[in-house]
């Protein structure tokens, strides 16, 4: 079996000691971004007791086409980086996490891969942030009914992002709810590819909502 290179890259942890968390946030970049960038949105963020994990995709790209390309043109890049989330999310509730207190988030090609990853290989997380992207290819994904029952999911995208179409978003969108997570969705006037203050506040807000449930 080929080696997967997105697993070779590392990862990158930072925020409260393991043993002082409430939750755990898995980070997700964009292409042509590091852990880095991540790294400074959660300052922005500035919510007390999460260690943020943020992995870092072979090459700076989790795979190389655009992300509305056919699936094919982007294998064996894109099962590589699902596979690689899978990985990092096993290593985390190996290390003694609650799913409960796991969120994961991704801005742009991360949210796309995330997106995608949570609709095709669903599995139980404390919540997902996704700040402009939705799942990948052409086709419409068919979740499963009530695989993601009860998430909580912030969704926030540019109307004109120069990148991500907001038709995709609200297709990602209807997705999830299919699926059965209870979406915050928005999508902003606008043409820059950026992380509005009132996406952090959201994300804030759920993330704040994590923590509290995690010390009831």
Known sequence: MASNPHLSSPLIEWGAEPADMTTAV?????????PDFMREQSHRLDV????????????????PRPFLEPIDANQPSLNHALDAIDAR????????????????????????LLAHWALTRPRPVGGIILF?????????????????DGVPVVV?????????P?????????ALRAAGADVDALIVPGDEHIITDEA?????????????????
């Open 166 to 174: 907001p038709e995709r978003v609200t297709q990602t969108v209807t």
């Open 156 to 164: 926030r995208s540019i109307e004109h992002d120069p990148f991500v």
């Open 48 to 63: 007390a007791d999460v260690r943020y994990c943020a992995p870092a995709a072979d090459g700076d790209s989790w795979y």
């Open 132 to 148: 402009t992207g939705g799942y990948i290819g052409p086709e419409d994904v068919v979740a499963q009914a009530q695989s993601l």
């Open 26 to 34: 898995l980070a997700v970049h964009g292409r042509g971004q590091s």
């Open 200 to 216: 952090i506040d959201a994300a804030r807000k759920l993330l704040r909502r994590e923590e509290t449930m995690s010390l009831t």
């Open 89 to 112: 999310v096993d290593a985390l509730v190996e290390s003694g996490i609650d799913t409960a207190r796991l969120v994961v988030w991704g801005f742009s090609q991360g949210a796309c």
